[in-house]
Structure formats: C-alpha cells, structure tokens
C-alpha cells in the first residue's frame, strides 16, 4: 500500500518534469501588432519632452520599483493585443511566458505576490513560535532555525519579483526557490541521519552546496533555461519527498506526531497539480501560480507543529540518555 500512495503522489512531479520547455517568448510577443504597437509608442512617448513629460507624471512608487517608460509601453500594448484577441473570439495569449495581469499601484501580479507575501509572515511566525518553545540546547535548533532563515529569504525574493519581474528579481527568485529545496534536502539528512553520523551530513551539506553553486552558474553563464530548472527542482523535490515518507513510515509507531510530516510533503508534492492548470488569469489578477502560492500558506503551521513537536521530543530523549530515533 505505502509505494502505491507513493506513486499518486509523484504524479504531479512527473508530470511537471514532462511539461518543462525552454521559455523565452509567447504568441502574444510574437504577434506583429503587438510588436508594431510597442515600437511606435516608444517612438512618440519616450524620448525627448515627451519622456520628461511621462517621469514627471509617474508616481513615486512607480519610479522607485523601476517601470521605465518603454516598459508602460508594452504594458498598455500588452491590452491592446488581448483587447483584439478577445473581440476575434480566440484564447488569450501570454506575453514574454506569462499571461496578461492587471497592475494595481506597481504590483504587476498583485495576488502572487500578496500570497508570497502571506506565506512570508507564516514563515516568520511560526520561525518566532518555534524559537520561543524549543530550547537552544534541542539537537535540531540551529537547523531549523537556518532553514528558516533560507525560506523566508525565498519568500521576500518571491515577493518582490512577483511585484516587479526584471532580469535580477527573476534569477533571485528563482535561485532562493532552489536554495529553500536543497536546504530542504539537508534538513532531512540532518533530522534522519545526522543526529548520529554528523559526517554524513557534512559531506550531503557539502555536496549540496556544489550542486547549488553548479545549478546557479549554469543558468547564470550559459542558459537560462526555464524547463531545466523545473526539472531539476522537481527531481530534488521528488528525493525530498521519498526520504521523508520513508522516515515518517518507519517512525509511524512510535512518533505520535509523524503523521504531521507525512501530511505535509504528501501536500505541498500534491499541491503541485495547480501548476498544471496554467489558466488565464480570473479578473485578469488569480491564477494558477497564485492559487498555488495562496494554498501553501496554512502549510507553515502544520509544518513548524511537527518541528516543535520533534525538537521537544529530541531534547528529551537526548535528556534521558534514549538512541535517537
């Protein structure tokens, strides 16, 4: 029963392995009128008096997260192209590999990043929770409290791209993303492993941090290949998803709390079925992505339950001298 279960749940990864294609354009971009649009309105709106005139228009918020005036250019192109689409009965395209969003003030996907921005503050609270009842002196304190710390960085970078995608938002978020599943990764190895053989999870650290740096250089200095990252993400998470099922079910008698980190990884792998819908946005501002993001944010309580739970639990047994499990 347990590989079968297993396997409904590897699903969703497998299938994102099998969708992941290199994006650098969409119809939308491609489409003459669209790109005629944008070439015109940066000929009349953004040079000379006319530029002056639109940075002397623009909000300050606007200015300080970077909206120049050749990117309000293909903004307002952007609509004009999903306004034509839209009145010749066809789907809506995506532009530049995303679909059209409303801006709100300077947010240019404002439900992402308002769900980037929750799961921040459960990341955060719960970080604080967990600092506040587990003693320092619990086995797994200081690693817990670094991928904490690793997560919560995702999550402003998640944030702030979602809020503003230029070339640097998007490979910081990208790259935190990955950090936060390596971390993930030796979070395990410290919790399954490392409590009794501290090199083994030395050299997985050790290892992890190469892969990193491999990972980061690749897309930073060759391609930046959008498919490949899913990949590799997807089959770092799947190991993730392996190593602590088997550690839950081999817990499962004598651990009350393990079922807190089956449910958890059993949800955050399954959740990754929203990915797949890849739907226009509703109201031009919720879609796949932000449904995704929106329904992980319950997930950091349940998460940092379990981590409480098995800190006090490792603090005691170290206590009364027990073999940790």
């Not at 903004?75 to 004009?80: A, F």
């Not at 998640?158 to 938002?169: E, G, I």
């Not at 250089?217 to 998803?241: H, K, P, R």
């Not at 651990?255 to 890849?278: I, T």
Request: aromatic share 14%.
């Amino acid at each position: 029963m347990f590989p079968v279960r297993t396997s409904l749940f590897l699903l969703p990864l497998l299938l994102l392995l099998l969708s992941a294609v290199n994006v650098h354009s969409s119809q939308g971009d491609k489409e003459p009128v669209y790109r005629d649009c944008v070439k015109q309105c940066v000929r009349t709106n953004c040079t000379g008096d006319r530029l002056r005139g639109f940075e002397s228009r623009q909000p300050p918020y606007m200015a300080l997260t970077g909206w120049r005036c050749d990117d309000d250019c293909r903004y307002q192109c952007m609509w004009t192209t999903v306004g034509l689409y839209q009145a010749e009965g066809y789907r809506i395209p995506q532009f530049h590999g995303k679909w059209p969003f409303a801006r709100f003030l300077c947010f240019e996907e404002p439900v992402s990043a308002l769900a980037s921005l929750l799961n921040g503050v459960a990341c955060l609270l719960m970080m604080l929770r967990y600092r506040g009842t587990v003693p320092r002196q619990s086995p797994m304190y200081p690693t817990i409290t670094a991928f904490s710390l690793v997560s919560l960085n995702a999550w402003f970078w998640s944030t702030v791209f979602h809020t503003r995608d230029t070339y640097l938002t998007e490979k910081m978020d990208y790259f935190c993303a990955s950090a936060v599943i390596l971390y993930s990764i030796y979070l395990c190895c410290v919790r399954t492993l490392g409590l009794k053989r501290p090199v083994v999870s030395s050299l997985v650290g050790a290892l992890l941090i190469l892969v990193f740096t491999a990972h980061v250089s690749y897309l930073t200095f060759v391609s930046f290949d959008y498919g490949y990252n899913m990949a590799a993400n997807a089959s770092i998470g799947i190991v993730n998803l392996l190593w602590w099922l088997c550690w839950c079910w081999q817990n499962r008698r004598t651990l009350p709390y393990w079922w807190k980190c089956g449910v958890v990884v059993l949800l955050l792998h399954g959740l990754a079925l929203l990915e797949l819908l890849d739907f226009p946005p509703l109201l031009w501002a919720l879609d796949a992505h932000a449904v995704w993001h929106l329904s992980t944010v319950p997930i950091h309580f349940l998460f940092y339950s379990f981590l409480i739970d098995d800190s006090l639990h490792l603090l005691n047994t170290e206590k009364i001298g027990v073999k940790l499990e």
